[in-house]
T-cell receptor, first 113, second 114 residues
């Protein structure tokens, strides 16, 4: 069975500081992994996806994530936080041949001026 | 860009009413999904569909049904609304059968059942 764990339901960083949002997955087969962002009163927007090509994936808005099979992790990072990054972030996993996504419970990012 | 449109952003209904939430996508996607989102629980899959007139139960189908009469439209139905169905409802669509394609989301419907 697939599952996703996002450590930390709330993360606060100062503007300009490193953003690190953690995601660990559980999957019996090589997974596909996604990060989504949700701004207030909006739906989810795709940030980036891992589909078994390069392990370091670059996304929109300066975010990137690294797939580490040995650690079953797919953490999201951004070198320098911006006020506009304040949002909720969701990690999701799917498997080959299955269209369903399994979502983590989300991490709310606050950026302190 | 893919456009997923949910018919209402905010909806208020009464207990026992039959409620329809509509979702339309404009990219000829085969797959469509309905989720509910609650604080601390993330997104939970209610129903999904891989083709017209086809539906599959997700993780929490109780109290809900769906209809997909046309490829672009996927409707969620609350047969007899209850207060515990107050939530944010999100529709999504995707194409392909390999699992490597992202889902595209609508802006959500915030539903309140009084």
């Amino acid at each position: 069975a697939q599952s996703v764990t996002q450590l930390g339901s709330h993360v606060s960083v100062s503007e300009g500081a490193l953003v690190l949002l953690r995601c660990n997955y559980s999957s019996s087969v090589p997974p596909y992994l996604f990060w989504y962002v949700q701004y207030p009163n909006q739906g989810l927007q795709l940030l980036l996806k891992y589909t078994s090509a390069a392990t370091l994936v670059k996304g929109i808005n300066g975010f990137e994530a690294e797939f580490k099979k040995s650690e079953t992790s797919f953490h999201l990072t951004k070198p320098s936080a911006h006020m506009s990054d304040a949002a909720e972030y969701f990690c999701a996993v799917s498997e080959t041949g299955a269209n369903n996504l399994f979502f983590g419970t989300g991490t709310r990012l606050t950026v302190i001026p | 860009d893919v456009k997923v449109t949910q018919s209402s952003r905010y909806l208020v209904k009464r207990t026992g009413e039959k409620v329809f939430l509509e979702c339309v996508q404009d990219m000829d996607h085969e797959n469509m999904f309905w989720y509910r989102q609650d604080p601390g629980l993330g997104l939970r899959l209610i129903y999904f569909s891989y083709d017209v007139k086809m539906k599959e139960k997700g993780d929490i189908p109780e109290g809900y049904s769906v209809s997909r009469e046309k490829k672009e439209r996927f409707s969620l139905i609350l047969e007899s609304a209850s207060t515990n169905q107050t939530s944010m409802y999100l529709c999504a669509s995707s194409w392909g059968a390999e699992g490597n394609q992202p889902q595209h989301f609508g802006d959500g419907t915030r539903l309140s059942i009084l």
